[in-house]
């Protein structure tokens, strides 16, 4: 019986040492790397972008802007992060939006994007030209879809309920303009 009582201690030790173990988080590097593989697919968005865009506001009013893209990786690449902003006529900014671009090698691309007091989390496919990424609107989608070539960067967005065909809403044509440090310059030093 007191073998019996001194070996108790030893195998709880034992069974929450193999707990413990199986609980350690595994080495981060591999996923890293596929993540790091996967996003310089999108570096042909890397720099700064500038071109005409025109939006259909409400009752089917254009407004036309003067649209830039600046974008560039974060994270030693493994993110993606993309700012636009609209200009309207005058010089003020009629547009400003945000997107942060990820890999999960389980669920493939997404965006999450930051506009017009909106934020959220969409899926995005990589096309042979370019991309697309969606976004939920009641009954609709809103679909955006991105072609690159020749250092043109054209967008459409298009409100798509089953059943019908596709409205558009959005369009921008724009042409690479630069190079960026944005947004890895700046960075604090360690001292």
């Known amino acids: 019986m ?9 195998v709880i030790l ?5 707990v413990g173990q199986a609980q350690t988080p ?4 591999a996923r890293i ?29 254009k ?3 003067t649209q830039t893209e600046r974008s560039g990786p974060l994270l030693d690449g493994v993110l993606h992060v993309v700012e636009g902003r609209g200009y309207n006529a005058d010089g ?24 017009m007091g909106q934020a959220g989390d969409f899926p995005m496919t990589l096309t042979p030209t370019g991309a697309v990424w969606t976004i939920p609107a009641g009954p609709a989608t809103l679909r955006y879809t991105i072609t ?31 190079d960026s440090a944005w947004p890895s310059a700046g960075a604090i030093a360690p001292s």
């Open 148 to 178: 690159a070539q020749n250092g043109v960067w054209h967008e459409v967005g298009e409100r798509v309920v089953e059943g019908q065909p596709p409205t558009p809403f959005f369009e921008m044509t724009l042409k690479r303009i630069g």
């Open 92 to 115: 003020t900014t009629g547009f400003n939006a945000f997107g942060v671009i990820s890999y999960d090698p389980a669920k493939g691309y997404s965006m999450r994007s930051y506009a």
């Open 33 to 61: 790397a596929e993540q790091k593989a996967a996003m310089k697919a999108l570096a042909w968005m890397d720099g700064v972008w500038r071109g005409p865009a025109v939006a259909t506001g409400a009752g089917g009013r």
């Open 14 to 18: 034992t069974t929450c040492a193999g």
């Open 2 to 10: 007191r073998l019996f009582s001194a070996l108790i201690p030893i």
């Open 26 to 29: 595994p080495d981060p590097a």
């Open 63 to 65: 407004i036309e802007l």
